[in-house]
């Protein structure tokens, strides 16, 4: 079914065009969204105005998305991940985590625009390219560095340097039963 566009669809087409598309997606979402006509006469003049409205919305956008890849280049992020004592990650570390670091120091992109051919997996330094639009990019800095105390075995006893001193007989308590509670060994 051919169709008239009234507002731009992204991977259909912009605002005036006459597109081709399935029956069903037409009649179930274009037209009743308000999003396309049927093209006549009388519709393709009812659009100029639409075009007009879309071409500064679509150049307001476009304004917005090169100062943001300027703001990006060259931006550098930091995200501290566990680890073993090698390096390699637990995890990984993927575009939702980099837009997360990005979106705290003030940056604004989604996830879906870091393009990322496989998820970081150790510790270093990676450029990861941002894609803002088809021909709007930039680059972004991202540190992976280890967790404070990643890779340390937190398992067994710990001696408590207080309750040493009150007893005589070197009381320690494991490290997962807390302060509160001790265990003498006598």
């Known amino acids: 079914m051919k169709l008239l566009l009234r507002k731009d669809i992204h991977k259909l087409g912009l605002c005036g065009d006459i597109v081709d598309v399935s029956d069903g997606y037409a009649r179930n979402y274009l037209l009743p969204h308000n999003l396309a ?5 009388r519709n393709l003049k009812a659009v100029e105005e639409d075009k007009k ?24 992020v930091t995200i501290n991940a566990a680890c073993n004592p090698e390096g390699h990650l637990y995890g990984s570390v993927g575009p939702r985590e980099i837009a997360a ?26 450029e990861v390219p941002v894609v803002l639009s088809d021909d709007i990019r930039a680059s972004v800095k991202v540190w992976v560095v280890a967790e404070k105390g990643a890779g340390l075995d937190t398992q067994g006893e710990t001696e408590i340097p207080n309750a040493a001193a009150s007893n005589a007989d070197n009381t ?3 490290a997962d ?10």
């Open 37 to 41: 006509y049927e093209p006549s006469g």
């Open 53 to 76: 409205v879309a071409a500064v919305e679509r150049e307001r956008i476009r304004t917005m998305l090169v100062e943001t890849a300027k703001r990006l280049q060259g931006a550098e």
């Open 101 to 126: 670091a990005l979106i705290e120091e003030g940056h604004s992109v989604r996830a879906d625009q870091i393009k990322m051919s496989h998820n970081i997996k150790e510790v270093g330094t990676l």
């Open 172 to 174: 320690t308590v494991p």
């Open 177 to 186: 039963a807390g302060s509160a509670t001790a265990r003498s060994d006598a």
